[in-house]
């Protein structure tokens, strides 16, 4: 599903079977016995403090040694799927996931409010932008200013939908772009 390398050049693999690190000589293999949450990390991520994250069918945990360490949740809500994790300026960290936005706070998980009405909508992208972030809730995307104020700038309707939703954000140089299954584009503005 994925491969990620960290600041130190373990290349992290995750399959059907498990979580993998490979040092360039052997693998060191991680799955329920080592406390995983689900036996599929979708999403692995290193944050500034050199933390490995890995995002499951089941939740998040972080990989300390050899061992993954779950930690709970603040709403109770079960998991079922994290898109990715995303360190933004202010140093927090935030799991994207299919019930919402997490951030870490120290030994649990707590719900991130970012659009009223959306708390429990799966989350698959947030963009730090100079103006304030981009929001991507699958089939609605979300400008949300640092004045607080939120604007609708795109929406698929399941009907009228070209795949499941939009896929993925990309920024580069204070341009974003958007990937969909049919195509890739440039947003500006509310276009």
């Known amino acids: 599903f994925r491969i990620y390398q960290d600041s130190n050049g ?3 693999i995750s399959t059907y079977n498990g979580l993998s690190r490979f040092d360039g000589k052997e693998f060191v293999n991680y799955g329920y016995q080592e406390g995983m949450p689900h036996i599929i990390a979708d999403a692995i991520y ?3 403090h050199h933390r490995v ?3 499951t ?15 709970p949740v603040d709403d109770g809500q079960t998991i079922n799927y994290v ?11 935030w799991a994207l996931t299919g019930r919402g936005v997490y951030q870490f706070e120290k030994d649990h998980w707590k719900k991130i409010k970012l659009y009223n009405g959306f708390e429990n909508h799966a989350c698959t992208d947030v963009i730090e932008t100079k103006d304030g972030m981009l929001i991507n809730y699958a089939h609605y995307l979300v400008t949300k200013k640092r ?4 604007q609708l700038i795109g929406q698929i309707n399941y009907d009228d939908a070209p795949g499941p939703f939009y896929n993925q954000l990309y920024e580069q140089d204070d341009h974003w772009y958007l990937n969909r299954v049919d195509g ?4 500006e503005g509310k276009d």
């Open 10 to 12: 373990f290349l992290w």
């Open 46 to 48: 290193e944050d500034k």
């Open 53 to 55: 994250w890995i995002g």
């Open 57 to 71: 069918r089941n939740g998040m945990a972080e990989i300390k040694d050899r061992h993954c360490v779950v930690y």
């Open 83 to 93: 898109f990715r994790f995303r360190e933004l300026q202010s140093g927090d960290l």
């Open 147 to 150: 004045s607080g104020s939120f």
């Open 184 to 187: 890739f584009f440039e947003i």
